[in-house]
């Protein structure tokens, strides 16, 4: 099964360039062949979860270890990559079907979908890539993909959100590749389960204090914490999500900012660098600060898709103090059964988040695509002329707020659960607290969009309905799965999805191991 995994980068490599040429020969033929190309990855990454139970290691080119130096590129599927992939492809399959009608509004379709596959490709890459400096390579693909398409309007807003989130993205890719040579300079190696290896034998027994990997950490945890929109490096993050396409926002929100910043934090932290008592206490103090931040933030903004910005970087708080409370339970040898509820709750809370944040940025966009406008101030009544954003939203809003039964109440429940167990009480109480502002947030999206009434009659010469078809399909289908997805919780279902992932982080030494074949 080793030969498919290139697939999950060469496939929307091969749409993109199929749209290239076949874009010019055959009007809207890019409107069929996308989602097909996104499903058949769909299908592949449920493959790979039902049907290949271990590790997967591609080596591109088939070259062997020289002297026991990796010498390959190597493309790795374990537990966490098939998690992320399933991920992507998911949200790019409901985003571009979305996308099928939404961007009848633009002139230049063909690229819009060009640089989308191109994004898919970046994030495949990213996630699949064993040596560190091919997660920058694809990481840039990505990136770059996501300056063109947040810009895709090219009116002022899109252009100036895109040129900051260029500039600031610039900063992080230069930050990644300083640290990525001066890994390279003191390791002699790229591979990341091989730098696993050398870092100890470069820095001594006492790796884990030295100057060197303090500061290698601070700069990782700064480059791709810009990637991530973590609190400090969050400002670019409201602008570019807001201004974006809305299939864009969804994929920017549900996927990227996982895919080149989450996913890579992960990785490296548990599977590169020695565990660290320092930076596991750093990255949960980060990510409890953007959880609070990030609320506080969005409770005052009117924008809706603004007000959902801000929201992404107080949820990615929860996924990261999930994670951040089970590497601190790690690197103190405590209780591992502990430390894998917490990290399982911030993964599974990770994979919601993808589902009910792009289906809340579709109803955004569906909105806005009636209506003209993203002003809640401007709007009400929406409920009686677009019953299927109505009922969509309002599954995601509860999703999100964590109100039973829909998925995010389960995984924000494991995460406070899990903090509590292991004494961070006052991490526990601001998660708490949290969700509760953020079911204000919401309920006050519900309220002025869809209720309002008063306000519904200044609308009703527009002749307001619902979104076209595949518009409407998307969101439903992304509402089922907010749904869906709480049966995750189910020690059946856990154990196929969440549980592999968790034990690629647990046991951190056996990646090297399975990956080098050692």
Request: charged residues 10%; hydrophobic residues 55%; aromatic residues 12%.
């Amino acid at each position: 099964m080793n030969s498919l995994v290139p697939l999950f980068v060469i496939v929307p490599l091969g749409c993109a360039f199929v749209i290239t040429i076949l874009g010019r020969l055959i009007n809207g033929i890019c409107k069929f062949i996308t989602p097909i190309f996104l499903a058949y990855l769909v299908y592949l990454s449920l493959f790979f979860i039902f049907r290949v139970p271990e590790t997967s290691v591609y080596k591109v080119g088939g070259f062997e270890a020289v002297n026991g130096i990796p010498v390959a590129i190597y493309l790795v599927v374990d537990g966490l990559t098939k998690l992320i992939l399933l991920i992507i492809s998911t949200i790019g399959f409901f985003s571009i079907l979305y996308s099928t009608s939404y961007t009848k509004q633009y002139t230049a379709e063909r690229k819009f979908y060009v640089l989308f596959s191109l994004m898919i490709a970046g994030m495949n890459g990213v996630v699949l890539s064993g040596d560190i400096f091919n997660i920058f390579v694809f990481l840039e693909i990505a990136a770059i993909s996501s300056y063109a398409l947040v810009a895709f309007g090219l009116e002022k807003q899109q252009l100036e959100a895109s040129f900051k989130y260029q500039i600031l993205g610039g900063i992080a890719s230069l930050v990644i590749l300083l640290t990525i040579g001066m890994l390279y300079w003191n390791t002699g190696t790229l591979n990341i389960a091989d730098i696993s290896g050398q870092i100890v034998k470069a820095c001594g027994n006492s790796a884990r204090n030295t100057v060197f990997l303090r500061f290698v950490s601070v700069l990782m945890i700064a480059g791709f914490g810009l990637k991530a929109a973590i609190f400090p490096f969050h400002t670019w993050l409201p602008d570019a999500h807001s201004s974006a396409p809305s299939p864009i926002s969804a994929m920017l929100s549900g996927v990227l900012i996982k895919a080149v910043g989450i996913y890579v934090i992960i990785r490296l932290f548990f599977n590169m660098f020695p565990l660290n008592y320092d930076v596991a206490v750093t990255i949960t103090i980060l990510g409890t600060i953007s959880m609070i931040v990030g609320v506080l933030l969005a409770i005052g903004q009117w924008d809706m898709k603004r007000l959902l910005a801000y929201h992404s970087i107080s949820q990615m708080g929860y996924v990261i103090i999930g994670v951040g409370i089970g590497l601190i339970i790690l690197t103190k040898n405590g209780d591992k059964t502990l430390a894998s509820l917490s990290i399982m709750g911030g993964l599974f809370h990770l994979m919601n988040h993808s589902i009910f944040k792009s289906l809340l940025f579709l109803n955004a966009g569906s909105v806005e695509y009636r209506t003209g406008t993203r002003n809640l101030k401007k709007l009400g009544g929406l409920s009686r002329a677009m019953p299927i954003t109505s009922g969509t939203t309002f599954v995601a809003s509860m999703s999100i707020s964590g109100i039973p039964p829909f998925n995010g109440f389960f995984s924000k429940m494991i995460i406070i659960i899990a903090s509590v167990s292991a004494g961070y009480y006052w991490i526990g109480f601001f998660a708490v607290a949290v969700s509760i502002v953020t079911t204000g947030s919401f309920l006050k999206i519900m309220k002025y969009a869809f209720g309002n009434t008063e306000m519904s009659e200044r609308l009703v010469h527009k002749k307001i309905k619902e979104v076209p078809f595949t518009m409407s399909l998307s969101m439903i289908m992304l509402s089922i799965l907010c749904l869906l997805s709480a049966l995750i919780a189910i020690p059946y279902f856990r154990n196929i999805f969440l549980k592999p992932a968790v034990d690629v982080l647990i046991n951190s030494a056996v990646y090297a191991k399975t990956v080098l074949g050692a």
